[in-house]
T-cell receptor, first 110, second 112 residues
Framework: GQSLEQPSEVTAVEGAIVQINCTYQ??????LSWYQQHDGGAPTFLSY????GLEETGRFSSFLSRSDSYGYLLLQELQMKDSASYFC???????????FGQGTELSVKP | ETGVTQSPTHLIKTRGQQVTLRCSSQ?????VSWYQQALGQGPQFIFQ???????GRGNFPPRFSGLQFPNYSSELNVNALELDDSALYLC???????????FGAGTRLSVL
């Protein structure tokens, strides 16, 4: 089968750093994407890793290790507005579909 | 703002009815994918269209069908609606299949 595992909930304080891990088991792999979704809103694209290593975009970084079928999203200098659900998703080479994890709900406390 | 627009934003239907949801892709994107997101879950892939042809389908029954038009906008049609079809329906566009996908705000469908 195809599955992605990520923690269901993470809590952190403003200004802190948090890492959200994602392990995957899928047939076919183009790359790993990360999305942010606020309640009732659209998933917002954060990052995409097709190759091993770290990609940095402002306060957010994403890492991929294809040999370990593992990636993570790193959020630095946390702000209250970062409270949201975060999804990892595998770009599958069977039609390019995204296979999503169940999401991690991040709560940022003052 | 991703440039992907969906209509309508909300819709209420009764069991057995049919519904059509619409999506305009971001300028320059030729690939549109549709997803269903139940409350508290991650989005589930329904199907993808690339240059007006279906380019992959998830585990959804045939009563879920779609179209892509020459301007790359797309429709999702669902026949014989069931209560479990109540969900947020998301459209995402990308430059090509396999490239990063950008989502619209979705259509919230309630089936009573």
């Amino acid at each position: 089968g195809q599955s992605l595992e990520q923690p269901s909930e993470v809590t952190a304080v403003e200004g802190a750093i948090v890492q959200i891990n994602c392990t995957y088991q899928t047939s076919g792999f183009y790359g790993l994407s990360w999305y942010q979704q606020h309640d009732g809103g659209a998933p917002t694209f954060l990052s995409y890793n097709a190759l091993d290593g770290l990609e940095e975009t402002g306060r957010f970084s994403s890492f991929l290790s294809r040999s370990d079928s593992y990636g993570y999203l790193l959020l630095q200098e946390l702000q209250m507005k970062d409270s949201a659900s975060y999804f990892c998703a595998v770009n599958n080479n069977q039609g390019g579909k995204l296979i999503f994890g169940q999401g991690t709900e991040l709560s940022v406390k003052p | 703002e991703t440039g992907v627009t969906q209509s309508p934003t909300h819709l209420i239907k009764t069991r057995g009815q049919q519904v059509t949801l619409r999506c305009s892709s971001q300028s320059g994107h030729n690939t549109v994918s549709w997803y269903q997101q139940a409350l508290g879950q991650g989005p589930q892939f329904i199907f993808q269209y690339y240059r007006e042809e279906e380019n992959g389908r998830g585990n959804f029954p045939p009563r879920f069908s779609g179209l892509q038009f020459p301007n790359y906008s797309s429709e999702l049609n669902v026949n014989a609606l069931e209560l479990d079809d109540s969900a947020l329906y998301l459209c995402a566009s990308s430059l090509e299949p396999g490239e990063a996908q950008y989502f619209g705000a979705g259509t919230r469908l309630s089936v009573l």
